[in-house]
């Protein structure tokens, strides 16, 4: 899981002022700065016209405080915790019971107990 500070790191990295936190970069402000990033790698120096070329707005979306908070694990975490919640009940149903032992049709080594569980681990 990525912290907001690693994140703020990263992007001043990248030449980001990121002294007063995350801030809203417009697409095109990205853009700049990462055409200027990538441009002290250069070979031979880049014109503004050839960065942003190389590097137009449209490549780039906005980074605002929403988009990053959007971006962490903590607000997906009621969706990921819902959907969690049913695993084990449904793993549990599948590999046990009247269901479970009807699968092996009665007969050992059969090859149905493996396929049966192989269904239940696909779950």
Known sequence: ????????EQLAMYGFDTSQGIQPWSSEEVAQTMGEYFTEFSETPMSETEVTSAFPPGMFTSISPESISQSSISHYSPL????????????????TGKAARKATG????????DRYQKGAKDV
């Open 1 to 8: 899981m990525t912290s907001m500070q690693s994140i703020l």
């Open 80 to 95: 990921i915790q819902a959907s969690q919640s049913t695993l084990l009940s449904d793993l549990l149903a599948k590999s």
């Open 106 to 113: 009665g007969f050992t080594g059969s090859g149905g107990w």
